[in-house]
């Protein structure tokens, strides 16, 4: 029988997860990793790479390589690969593909239908753009879940009976989400969301990039902005500095090599300390607080009738985003949800009640809501002179879905034979400062004088976020549906299809490395975090986390998938834990 799985569609890692019995589990790549680098490259026999072994050749080449294709998503522009030029739906469903092959690898079975994850600010474009994604990937998309959605649903398994409102801070790799939650029970009703799709740990690693260029410049005289193979060293020394600096308190970046100036090498050596860091990103960080202040205020609920703050995301960790939460709730965020996996692990147990794999004894329910304002443009005409387009509202953000709601327009000319019914998303009182998503022309209006014919028009948006229009014409009851399905970008079903072969052909040369090989970068970074961790663990999980360490060293050393894979959890669990 065929699988439903939970996917979380990270910016700079995803994952993939399915339900073992009642139980949410993150299934592990090839590379014996729970987490699959959003990374894809072409390597130089245009053999298409995911995840690890994309990443490593993204110091190399640049030029063949991409990441963080999310932030592109819905958008109009081209990945390059080499001689090869993408969509980044079509890249992000190479990801998608890679983790769906995992997911049958693991489970033994085929893997057909998904719940995919996106922030819960993602407009209707994005959406759409990953919904195609997963189409192109061979999954039929069952339900677009938002990410802190998904994380409150991974905490509310363990707490079912409670009463309580929450609040989930989502501060990933490439957007920044929060959402808040009433839980009681067994329901978990967001009561509204807010957000920022251009916020995250990429902009954190952004900005130590420049402190190291600047560092550089000023060793050697050089820029290295124009030099694409210098930037990606940059770009990964810079995430590995950022990780570090979350358990320790300096760190060094030494890059040998990094330029060449008069035929000779240039080299990088730059010691950072976490104050430094902090500096660096404190703006970037405080900014986030905006969104939950917005979030709190559109759910009527004050922060200190907030019971638990549930913080996810890889970015999550850092100390100042930790002191941030607690200084603004007067709380320590709740510590019992893996920050890195809570939204793939949601994501399963969404999949698990729509398969029926979760029994209805458990009386899990969960509603969410619409992320923007969706409306109609009025009044873009007085007489001969073109006015700016007015944004009237329908269906007010933060409304529970699935909704409908109605409201009526008066013709505004004599003898009006049409009206133009142009749909927009967005929270601007102009049109123009707000998202078009489509329109159609309703015709076969009675002629009149002005405002003496009116249109009912009624939005109904689902709780995947397809918007239908109705509109009727009150004095004929003529009836006209606009379904609002996709965006400017979306691909025709004709285009799609023509897509998904060309990307299953492409597919079909994609490299496989060894499992030994690809799982060594990654193991290496846990091994420095874990032995950075050593010195200050005390009481009896010290000697623990030191035979692990040592454990997992020699299974590397001899290639041990399987000890690896076991070991790679228990360090990772075991870390967690000491936080």
């Not at 329901?187 to 916020?199: C, F, W």
């Not at 965020?333 to 890195?340: A, I, L, Q, S, Y």
């Amino acid at each position: 029988m065929a699988r439903l799985v939970g996917i979380d569609l990270g910016t700079t890692n995803s994952l993939v997860a399915w339900l073992e019995g009642e139980r949410p589990q993150i299934i592990t790549n090839s590379a014996a990793q729970r987490m699959t680098p959003s990374v894809v490259g072409l390597d130089k026999q245009d053999r298409i790479h995911v995840g690890v072994t994309a990443r490593n050749q993204l110091a190399i080449m640049p030029e063949r390589t991409v990441s963080e294709v999310k932030r592109m998503m819905g958008s109009a522009q081209r990945v390059s690969l080499g001689a090869r030029s993408y969509s980044p739906t079509e890249i992000s469903s190479f990801i998608l593909r890679a983790l769906k092959e995992d997911a049958e690898r693991g489970l033994g079975d085929t893997v057909e239908e998904a719940v995919i994850t996106v922030p819960a600010y993602f407009t209707d474009a994005q959406r759409q753009a990953t919904k195609d994604a997963g189409e192109l990937a061979g999954l039929k998309v069952e339900r677009i879940l938002n990410e802190p959605t998904a994380a409150a649903l991974a905490y509310g398994l363990d707490h079912l009976d409670a009463e309580q409102f929450v609040l989930v801070y989502d501060l990933g790799g490439g957007t920044f989400d929060v959402s808040v939650l009433e839980m009681f029970n067994g329901v978990l009703d967001v009561k509204a969301s807010a957000g920022n799709n251009r916020l995250g740990g990429s902009d954190f690693d952004r900005a130590l990039v420049e402190h190291l260029c600047a560092e550089f410049l000023k060793m050697h005289g050089l820029d290295l902005h124009g030099d694409p193979r210098a930037m990606a060293r940059l770009k990964i020394a810079a995430e590995q500095a950022k990780i570090e600096l979350s358990s320790t308190t300096s760190t060094s970046v030494v890059l040998p090599f990094l330029a060449m100036h008069g035929g000779q090498p240039l080299n990088l050596e730059s010691e950072i300390t976490r104050a430094q860091f902090e500096k660096m990103v404190g703006d970037l960080v405080r900014s986030t607080l905006e969104p939950v202040e917005s979030a709190l205020r559109d759910a009527k609920v004050d922060k200190k009738a907030i019971s638990d703050v549930v913080v996810v995301g890889g970015s999550s960790r850092l100390p100042l985003v930790q002191a941030l939460v607690s200084e603004f709730f007067g709380k320590e965020p709740r510590k019992g949800v893996h920050p890195d996996e809570a939204v793939a692990l949601g994501a399963a147990v969404q999949a698990g009640l729509k398969s029926g794999a979760i029994s209805t004894e458990r009386g899990i329910m969960i509603t969410d809501v619409s992320p923007f304002t969706l409306g109609v443009e009025v009044q873009t005409s007085a007489g001969t002179q073109k006015v700016d387009g007015l944004f009237s509202a329908i269906i007010p953000r933060n409304s529970t879905v699935p909704v409908s709601r109605t409201e009526t327009y008066s013709t505004t000319v004599a003898n009006q034979k049409q009206v133009d019914i142009k749909v927009f998303q967005g929270e601007s009182r102009l049109t123009r400062h707000n998202v078009f998503l489509d329109m159609y022309t309703v015709d076969g209006i009675p002629p009149g004088p002005p405002g003496s014919q009116r249109v009912g028009v009624t939005f109904t948006y689902d709780i995947n976020g397809i918007l239908h229009v109705t509109t009727k014409v009150v004095s004929t009851g003529k009836e006209a549906v606009l379904l609002v399905d996709k965006s400017p970008q979306r691909m025709s079903a004709p285009d799609r299809e023509t897509a998904r072969k060309r990307m299953d052909q492409e597919w079909k040369g994609a490299s496989s490395p060894s499992p030994a090989a690809a799982v060594a970068p990654e193991v290496t970074q846990l091994l420095a975090t874990a032995k950075a961790r050593l010195p200050s663990v005390s009481g009896p999980r010290a000697p623990e986390l030191k035979t692990l360490v040592g454990d997992l060293e020699r299974a590397v050393a001899a290639a041990d998938v399987a000890a690896i894979t076991r070991l790679d959890v228990a360090i990772t669990d075991l870390l967690f834990e000491l936080e």
